[in-house]
């Protein structure tokens, strides 16, 4: 199939030479274009809504870089606002939500078929982008994972501990439940119109994943992501699917094949050389480059990237970070990386 996209190719298991790339938060605050448009925008949130700049902003990284795929701009959090929680973000700080701390909270939610209305710009900006991308870009939706995002719901916040949501998870095991249950729901439809408006892949982002353990991994990161994926795949068969349970550890190992996924990725907590024997005998894996060196760059960058490249270059391989490119990244060691990776 030499006509097909890279990143495709290698979701369907094909190992190359030279992996395909992309950055998780490529477009963000580490670009001065990123951050006009911001400005021109308003805010972030404000930014997130409005389809022609957040395609902008996706685009921005594409035309900078030329990487193998673009990431929708959105967030994670806009699935608790359309389901009828407020939410703002805190300059500095980060967001925060109101909160879901026993059944009352969760009379208040609207229903998984309400969110349309406020996720339409979403889907709009999805249209635009799969217009003007280059015809060699992979276009990647996404949505935070239940338990992930029910955190959040939870505590109102990001924690460093998850430990208001591990709270309701042991004292209200019926609140929590429902929650993830209707979180789960939501992501469905909303992950089903990010595709019917044009988006190639779906990425879950299980960013807490690390902080469930045993028998409570498998029932909030574990089901819950299968659950989508069967239903996903149901509707789309052909739809590649990309899971990210960050800092899942020994659960890793056999993640992706239980729960459907064609892809893993992976932080920069586990080995690559571990990855190559590990995970990707189940298929295809993302990642994991420690994204300070995105900070720092010079030869110590360099040879990490050829490491993960070579460490994982006998199966199908997507080259990315272990987690989010961060503001203080230099702009110029985004080519370095390419140069490494690509020659
Ligand atoms: O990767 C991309 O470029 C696509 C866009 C994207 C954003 N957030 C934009 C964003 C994606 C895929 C996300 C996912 C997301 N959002 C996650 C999961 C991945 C992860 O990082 O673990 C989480 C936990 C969130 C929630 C969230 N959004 C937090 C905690 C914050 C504050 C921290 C921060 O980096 O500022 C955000 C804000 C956010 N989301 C920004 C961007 C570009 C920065 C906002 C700004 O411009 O000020």
């Known amino acids: 199939m ?15 030479d030279v992996p395909p ?15 006009a448009t911001r400005a021109q925008a308003g805010d972030f949130l404000s930014l997130c809504y409005n389809p022609e700049l957040a395609a902008e902003v996706t685009l921005q990284p594409i035309r900078r870089y030329g990487f ?18 407020d939410l703002w973000f805190v300059t500095g700080e980060g967001p925060r939500l109101s909160t879901i701390t026993d059944a009352s909270g969760m009379t208040r939610m609207k229903g998984k078929d309400d969110i349309h209305e406020r996720l339409s710009p979403i889907y709009e900006t999805v249209k635009i982008l799969s217009g003007e991308l280059p015809a060699e870009t992979t276009l990647i939706g996404f949505a935070g994972a239940p338990w992930t995002v029910a955190t ?26 429902a929650l993830i249950d209707l979180i789960t729901e939501a992501t469905i439809e909303y992950l089903d119109m990010q595709v019917k408006a044009g988006a190639e892949v779906v990425k879950l982002f299980d960013s807490w994943a690390g902080s469930l353990k045993g028998d409570s991994f498998d029932r ?9 994926i069967a239903e996903l ?20 190992i056999g993640f992706a094949k239980e729960v459907g996924a064609d892809c893993l990725a992976i932080d920069t907590s586990v080995d690559a050389t571990w990855a190559a024997e590990n995970l990707q005998i189940d298929g295809c894996v993302q990642g994991n480059l420690d994204p300070k060196l995105m900070v720092t760059g010079g030869e110590a960058l360099r040879s990490e990237a050829k ?3 070579a460490a994982l270059k006998g199966g199908p391989h997507i080259f990315n970070l272990g987690h989010g490119i961060t503001p203080d990244a230099d702009p110029e060691n985004v080519h370095h990386l390419l140069e490494a990776i690509r020659g």
């Not at 030499?2 to 190359?16: F, I, N, T, Y």
């Open 2 to 16: 030499p006509d097909k996209k890279k990143l495709l190719r290698s979701l369907a298991g094909e190992a190359m």
């Open 21 to 35: 790339v992309w950055l998780m938060r490529q477009a963000g605050r580490y670009l001065p274009e990123y951050r």
């Open 68 to 85: 193998d795929a673009a990431i929708l701009f959105a967030d994670i959090l806009l699935i608790p606002q359309a389901l009828g929680a």
């Open 152 to 177: 959040y719901m939870i505590a109102g916040r990001g924690t460093p501990d998850q430990a208001p949501a591990h709270k309701l998870r042991e004292e209200d095991p019926e609140t929590f439940s």
């Open 220 to 228: 909030f990161a574990l089901a819950p992501a299968k659950r989508i």
């Open 233 to 252: 795949k149901s509707r789309h068969p052909d739809l590649p699917i990309i899971a990210f349970p960050r800092e899942a550890g020994d659960k890793y």
């Open 307 to 309: 490491r993960i490249c």
